[in-house]
């Protein structure tokens, strides 16, 4: 199967930044197809990710996050990733070859609003680091991989939809 470059869009950003309910709408919208990395990592795994984290901690569920991702062999979608796919850079590579990344940026009160439950949501966590912490350190590799940001906060999804399809044309 021969991969257009170019023809997909990724989303990438925080757990609770809505990659995957904005992915789905977004996909709608703009004719294209789904995919998640989450369920694609859980569906080869046969575990959910939080089962993964639990078992083989951190660094392993990296590898094989970066592994689904390298996986991809899609024309013409949307492709929701995982929160961690920022420490990958060789999957990074490969999504940017794919086609342009969108980061959904959200603020720390946000994500704590819709984070209720972090034990049971599969966030890659380190041992003993914050919300915030964490928060910080990912921006950074998001905003260096990113071609285009979406201030998230205070919009719904249907506004987040609108300004992705205004910086895509």
Do not use: W
Not at 16 to 41: E, H, M, P, Y
Not at 53 to 77: K, N, P, T, W
Not at 107 to 131: C, F, N, V, W, Y
């Amino acid at each position: 199967m021969t991969v257009e470059a170019g023809t997909n869009v990724t989303l990438i950003g925080m757990p609770g930044s809505g990659k995957s309910t904005i992915g789905v709408v977004l996909a709608k919208r703009i004719n294209r197809q789904f995919v998640d990395t989450d369920l694609v990592i859980q569906t080869s795994q046969q575990r959910t990710l939080q089962q993964i984290m639990d078992v083989d901690g951190f660094d392993r569920f990296c590898q094989i996050e970066e592994e689904a991702v390298l996986s991809l062999a899609v024309d013409y979608h949307v492709i929701a990733t995982g929160g961690s796919v920022c420490y990958g850079p060789d999957g990074m590579a490969h999504l940017q070859k794919l086609g342009r990344i969108v980061f959904l940026k959200t603020s720390l009160a946000t994500l704590e609003q819709r984070l209720s439950d972090m034990a049971t949501r599969g966030i890659a966590l380190k041992p003993g680091q914050s919300l915030e912490q964490l928060l910080h350190e990912r921006n950074a590799l998001y905003e260096k991989y990113a071609q285009i940001t979406i201030e998230c906060d205070g919009l719904n999804v249907e506004r987040i939809c609108e300004r992705i399809e205004a910086a895509l044309s």
